[in-house]
């Protein structure tokens, strides 16, 4: 996705988050009208804790945000995030 935002942009950010609890603060300050979130699986190890958070923030940057959440292979930890989604669009992408 990337490819296609100029290097020059200004009005665009990236934030790479390693644990659950960066991906909340992420989540928390976000003043973006457009997030695009692609959970590793191993994000939530020993943080279990922090779906129910998450899934909270999540909602609450929705209603001023598009938020777009990612998997190409959905994990548990995915499906806990988008189980209480209000709104879900779920797309499968087969290779030929």
Do not use: W
């Not at 695009?36 to 899934?55: N, S, V």
């Not at 909270?56 to 930890?77: F, G, W």
């Amino acid at each position: 996705m990337l490819f296609g935002v100029h290097r020059m942009a200004t009005n665009f950010d990236v934030q790479r988050v390693f644990t659950a609890h960066q991906v909340f603060t992420c989540l928390t300050t976000a003043l973006h009208t457009f997030v695009f979130i692609k959970p590793e699986a191993t994000l939530y190890d020993g943080a279990g804790d922090m779906i129910t958070p998450i899934d909270s923030a999540l909602l609450e940057i929705s209603y001023e945000s598009t938020v777009v959440l990612y998997s190409p292979t959905p994990d548990r930890a995915f499906r806990a995030l988008i189980r209480d989604a209000t709104g879900c669009i779920s797309c499968q992408f087969l290779k030929n």
